[in-house]
């Protein structure tokens, strides 16, 4: 539709209208992680204060926010967790990578319409296109994975001995485990809703993020291959 009509963007909302993603003026997707890193950039030039998103979340917003001299704070994933963490650290904007922006000067809840309020602000007065404002943030790439977990499996045991392996890494155990290997990570996490263990993994490209979650895979499956063998 934005090619045929020729607009310079077009934005997609979900039935309840708190995921906001965007396409640019080539049809290109803008990219749902980028909602929240966009209006937050914005956001952070006109008021200074601190930023949140959840542990699954690109690590894009925690480089803007420190660009621009303040800090980011990592939540457990979950609206309500994000929301909690910004009233506890006094963030000026927040939200999660999958489009949602939480902008407290209006109310404390994910927000389609205040994100396309801001992000066309943003967009009218940066005076860029929409491909050229997506161009200035760091280009990450996210790989989501999933493995299944048999009935009685101990999924507490497994993060923790994925967690004594990688112990030389930064490690953030507040919802599973997101460990850091430099500029990358990988967030491990069991689902509320299925028996699977979550791996997501971010790179600066989608291919090393692939490779990296191969990696914790292979691990989480050795695991499981040596608790059965007991």
């Known amino acids: 539709m934005v090619r045929k009509g020729k607009a310079q963007l077009g934005f997609v909302v979900d039935p309840d209208v708190d995921r906001l993603a965007i396409v640019d003026e080539n049809g290109n997707m ?30 894009a917003l925690q480089i803007v926010t420190e660009k621009h001299g303040r800090n980011y704070f990592a939540s457990a994933v979950g609206e309500v967790n994000v929301v909690e963490m910004m009233k506890a650290n006094n963030a000026v904007i927040g939200g999660e990578g999958n489009g949602g922006v939480i902008y407290p000067e209006l109310h404390y809840g994910r927000d389609a319409l205040v994100g396309i309020a801001l992000f066309l602000t943003h967009l009218v007065k940066s005076g860029k296109s929409c491909s050229t404002l997506r161009a200035e943030y760091p280009d990450l790439h996210i790989s989501k994975n999933k493995i299944e977990l048999s009935q009685g499996m101990n999924l ?69 291959k040596a608790d059965r063998e007991q």
């Open 30 to 59: 803008f990219g749902e992680e980028y909602t929240l890193v966009a209006v937050a950039d914005y956001v952070l030039r006109h008021t200074p204060g601190n930023t949140v998103s959840n542990l699954s979340s690109s690590k």
């Open 156 to 224: 507490d045991g497994i993060l923790n001995r994925i967690a004594e392996k990688y112990s030389k890494q930064p490690v953030n155990s507040v919802d599973g485990i997101r460990i850091e290997f430099g500029k990358e990570w990988v967030h491990l996490r069991g689902s509320n809703t299925e028996p699977i263990i979550r791996i997501y993994a971010e790179s600066d490209s989608l291919i090393k993020a692939d490779v990296l979650a191969k990696m914790l895979i292979d691990d989480i499956s050795e695991v499981i």
